[in-house]
């Protein structure tokens, strides 16, 4: 599957160009801690923040990073 046919997919499935912390858990089959411990040690995919009050802030998930690391993650064999 290619990046193109990926960011359709997930459009299609969430309705959104950014996803949520659940959403991008389950894009990337990982749990939202697993992806906050991503997150904190720069790892994982790239996100904005929303309302960017602190530990109030909203982290969000663009679709097209949620596919580049994704499409990185992958592993190809021989």
Do not use: F, H, W
Request: net charge positive.
């Amino acid at each position: 599957m290619n990046k193109k046919q990926l960011i359709e997919m997930l459009y299609t499935k969430y309705g959104s160009l950014l996803l949520s912390r659940k959403q991008c858990a389950e894009a990337t089959n990982c749990s939202t801690a697993k992806l906050d411990r991503l997150k904190k040690i720069g790892l994982g995919p790239q996100y904005v923040k929303k309302n960017d009050a602190g530990k109030n802030s909203t982290v969000q998930y663009p679709i097209d990073a949620v596919v580049d690391y994704i499409l990185s993650a992958q592993v190809k064999t021989a």
